[in-house]
């Protein structure tokens, strides 16, 4: 008799907690939702991009960093017709600087490092993101901050409120680590690497642009 008790006490507990499970669950795709359609968003009416694959200056191994570049260049070129994407590719910092802060072109960038790839065994992370510039940001929720205990200073003395240039994040980033030793299959595995996430981001380009 107590187990037949014990066991009608616990039913509730089991069907209240696979509730709870359940609306956390169609919370989290709400959620999800949200990301993917704020993303796409952000992507929305950017009519050229910048290009820049970036290798971080290494010693003896920034030439094979800089042929790695050049095939991701090309497969990006590739990526950016099949997307109808107005892309111009840049080979310095000062180029991607420049058309996008004076020419309104949205940043993407490859930045690539490695533990050194001299010789010996080596890993190496890359990043690709989309970004863009903004000489005057501000914090449109700066007024919702609380006030300061320490001097009363109200919402609108926010320095968040203050504007300021900052570095937009518009896409990712998105990242991706290869190990091995320094060889051509280790280039192309980050080659082909990059170029996933390469078609990730065309993809959601095309998507957020379709007419």
Known sequence: ????????????????????????????????????????????????????????????????????????????????????????????????????SYRGMLRLEVDLSSTGCDGSACAVHATVSASFPYDKAIDQAAGSYPVNEENRRGPSDSPASVPRPILALMWGPRQLIASGYPSEELGSGVVNGVDSLLKEFFTDYLNANRQ
Do not use: H, Y
């Open 1 to 100: 008799m107590r187990l037949l008790v014990a066991l009608l006490l616990t039913l509730p507990l089991v069907s209240l907690s696979a509730q709870v499970e359940s609306e956390d669950e169609s919370f989290k795709n709400e959620v999800r939702a949200r990301i993917a359609r704020e993303k796409l968003e952000r992507l929305k009416g950017w009519k050229r991009i910048v290009f820049l694959c970036s290798p971080t200056e290494m010693t003896n191994s920034k030439e094979k960093f800089d042929r790695i570049c050049d095939r991701i260049n090309t497969n990006a070129k590739l990526l950016a017709a099949t997307a109808n994407a107005d892309v111009v590719v840049v080979n310095d910092g000062e180029n991607l600087g420049f058309l996008s």
